[in-house]
T-cell receptor, first 112, second 112 residues
């Protein structure tokens, strides 16, 4: 869902289940996409990236899916662990532009 | 630790005072970025250096803000005549390619 003001969307997942965090990006010219994880009091931590010429990329326990037709990005986390609790941001970047544009974050809450 | 470092981690200042933050990037990274993050929001781009040259500045960067990277290594961000609206987390990131940007822990500024 959309966040308004200071309210972050929250996703609650049972420990051991898979998590799927979704993101809509805005710029059709964006050709590079990144997911960041941010724990409380820390800077964003790079998780995984994907270029626009791909639609899927896998890392360790994480998979990013890109649907350019509907400008949608998702992050799948397999076998969610307590250490996965954080705010997750999707981000986009276009070729020739050096700044990263961050989307609205999603807070992932792990249920015991 | 070979990651991006930032000092100080926290700064409390009175309105009207000047503050300066420092960022030390990953040593071989020639690109350095400053972002600002307010509570519940994703980071927003402020400015970018390639080596010692400041190549882009956001409209968010008012004339009270100045950033330098004199020798192409560490960078400083100064805010003059601080205002309460300047209260935020100031994040520094560095990159070798411009795509994968690695963030430091941030400096949390509180203006009273």
């Amino acid at each position: 869902g959309e966040s308004v003001g200071l309210h972050l969307p929250t996703l609650s997942v049972q420990e051991g289940d898979n998590s799927i965090i979704n993101c809509a990006y805005s710029n059709s010219a964006s050709d590079y996409f990144i997911w960041y994880k941010q724990e409380s009091g820390k800077g964003p931590q790079f998780i995984i990236d994907i270029r626009s010429n791909m639609d899927k990329r896998q890392g360790q326990r994480v998979t990013v899916l890109l649907n350019k037709t509907v400008k949608h990005l998702s992050l799948q986390i397999a076998a969610t662990q307590p250490g996965d609790s954080a705010v997750y941001f999707c981000a986009e970047k276009s070729m020739g532009d050096d700044k990263i544009i961050f989307g609205k974050g999603t807070r992932l809450h792990i249920l015991p | 630790d070979t990651g991006v470092s930032q000092n100080p981690r926290h700064k409390i200042t009175k309105r009207g005072q000047n503050v300066t933050f420092r960022c030390d990037p990953i040593s071989e990274h020639n690109r350095l970025y400053w972002y600002r993050q307010t509570l519940g929001q994703g980071p927003e781009f402020l400015t970018y250096f390639q080596n010692e040259a400041q190549l882009e500045k956001s409209r968010l960067l008012s004339d009270r803000f100045s950033a330098e990277r004199p020798k192409g290594s560490f960078s400083t961000l100064e805010i003059q005549r601080t205002e309460q609206g300047d209260s935020a987390m100031y994040l520094c990131a560095s990159s070798l390619t411009g795509n994968e940007q690695y963030f430091g822990p941030g400096t949390r500024l509180t203006v009273t």
